[in-house]
């Protein structure tokens, strides 16, 4: 294991944060922070699967180099550690559009069969099962990373968001506007 150094932890602190708050644009996911911290530590998997899980996002707003970065980074972080599962969940991510739902499905499930607290796979699994019809299941893996996020405080609008939606579609009209307002 690398010795400890705060400026990579920073960036690896900051890059998260960046992640977690789903802005659109270039380097707005903490890709920038991710890229820098792979150069401080070329030989760590986790920074790796960091900076492909930010691109992974990226490919989501059409931003350019963005899913070859994604799959360049993911190549290297499981090249290093062939169980890093932001590297695994950043696949799934970008092939999801290739693969047939229940292949993205069976990736993400992988992941938290090895990391059942990972935030990435169970935001990402609980959007595809809310879009394929399993609401019930939905829901307990999106309020999963809502109860984990208030518990380290650290709420973003990503997640709040989507339960706003989900109550919404749920016919829970009072809840979703109450969750709305929350986000305010």
Known sequence: KPPADPRFDALIDEGLQALRAEWP???RQGVDQFREAVQLQPRNAGAWGLLALAQAAETEYGVDGALQGSQDAA???L???EREPHA???QAVVQRGVDPWHETERKLRDVLKGDPTNRWARIRLGGLLQASGYSRESSEFSESVVDADGKASRMSAGPLSRRAFRLWIDGQDDEAY???QYLS
Request: a positive charge.
């Open 79 to 81: 090249d290093l550690d």
């Open 88 to 90: 695994k969940v950043a």
């Open 25 to 27: 644009g270039k380097g």
């Open 178 to 180: 109450r969750a709305a």
């Open 75 to 77: 190549r290297k972080a």
